[in-house]
């Protein structure tokens, strides 16, 4: 099974940008669907972005237009770009791998992203 390490999380300002990262443990080539969830204060764990080895980038409403996920298969790392950060962006992020957009095969520990003045 994959290990996936998240590292990146932190204290941020209101409007400014934070990149997350996530290394995988196998070769990142070889997983079909790499994304970012993320599980707010009192709420579910919701998507925030995903993207297949070739195809655009899927994000959920909340987040789109400010965050960008992208992959880079030779360092086994995805990240997710997050700009114009809002309070309520404040979440625990979890970096997922899959065999699918709904078949999700392993997650990472988490990264707890705060945003606060």
């Known amino acids: 099974q994959v290990q996936l390490m998240e590292s990146g999380g932190g204290l941020v300002q209101p409007g400014e940008s934070h990149r997350l990262s996530c290394t995988t443990s196998?070769?990142?080539?070889?997983?079909?669907?790499m994304g970012w969830y993320r599980q707010r204060p009192g709420g579910d764990r919701e998507l925030a972005a995903r993207?297949?080895?070739?195809?655009?980038?899927d994000y959920g409403d909340l987040v789109k237009g400010r965050f960008t996920i992208s992959r880079d298969n030779a360092k086994n790392t995805v990240y997710l770009q997050m700009n114009s950060l809002k309070r309520e962006d404040k979440a625990v992020y979890y970096c997922?791998?899959?065999?699918?957009?709904?078949?999700?095969?392993?997650w990472g520990q988490g990264t707890q992203a705060t945003v606060s003045s």
């Open positions: 997922s791998a899959g065999r699918s957009y709904y078949e999700i095969d392993g």
């Open positions: 196998t070769s990142m080539a070889s997983i079909s669907v």
């Open positions: 993207v297949a080895r070739s195809g655009p980038a």
